[in-house]
């Protein structure tokens, strides 16, 4: 079945827009939205009694409303609720949450189906997330597939961190290298640098030094 019907939950008008405009790019024209999570369920619920249910749920995790009386707190509230009465919807979540704990429980606990980090890629990410949840695929984004599969960020050493310092100020591997001499630090030659910096990108699952570096970044490592 194709999945053609989709409901945006996002308070920020602007985050709302944009997701919506996005959507409508890729030719998706039956599109729903709320800014609040209470309304968001009893659209989803009269969709499913309707017979005529939203298939992907794409919601944000905080929502800042005025709205004094609220039932549904949150974005995991929301979803609780929804795959309460409707299992089968599939979920991606875009929020500015890059929690390890708060991911991983998502998707283990509330069968979420993708998770995208606000950002600067943001909306081309979701757009990936779309395309790969209507081939029954999961997805994460870059920065949250870092935060599910890194290691502890404290083991990073400081040569590590050396590295993802130079790389983000723009330095090559050749003036990497000669930095690392000028300081004493070792191992300095080309070669291992390109090596560790290789080894960071497995680390993060960075597929090239750019993203490498904004993934590092985003996580406040340097």
């Known amino acids: 079945m194709q999945l053609n019907r989709i409901f945006v939950s996002e308070d920020i008008d602007s985050n709302n827009l944009g997701v919506i405009t996005m959507l409508q790019g890729l030719g998706y024209t ?4 709320s800014q609040y999570c209470d309304e968001a369920l009893l659209k989803l619920k009269r969709a499913l ?7 992907i749920l794409i919601t944000d995790l905080s929502f800042d409303n005025p709205r004094d009386k609220k039932h549904l707190q949150n974005g995991q509230e929301l979803i609780a609720a929804i795959k309460a ?4 919807i599939k979920v991606v979540v875009f929020s500015v949450e890059d929690n390890h704990s708060t991911i991983k429980s998502l ?11 606000k950002g600067l890629n943001g909306l081309k990410e979701l757009k990936n997330s779309i395309e790969a949840v209507s081939q029954n695929k999961t997805y994460t984004c870059p920065i949250a ?3 599910l599969q890194r290691k502890n960020v404290l083991e990073l050493d400081g040569y590590e961190q050396q590295l993802l310092l ?14 690392l001499k000028e300081k004493g630090i070792s191992p300095n030659s080309i070669r291992s ?16 030094t750019t ?7 985003s996580m406040g490592i340097i």
């Open 107 to 117: 998707f283990e606990d509330q069968k979420i189906e993708g998770y995208v980090c």
């Open 49 to 55: 009694l309707d017979g005529n249910p939203f298939q």
């Open 30 to 33: 039956q599109i729903g939205h």
């Open 211 to 217: 993203q490498l570096v904004y993934i590092a970044t």
């Open 85 to 88: 009465v409707q299992p089968e």
């Open 145 to 147: 597939t870092a935060v």
């Open 193 to 208: 640098v390109e090596a560790n910096i290789s080894k960071l990108k497995d680390y993060f699952d960075a597929s090239n």
């Open 166 to 179: 130079y790389l983000a100020q723009g330095h090559k591997q050749n003036e990497i290298s000669a930095l």
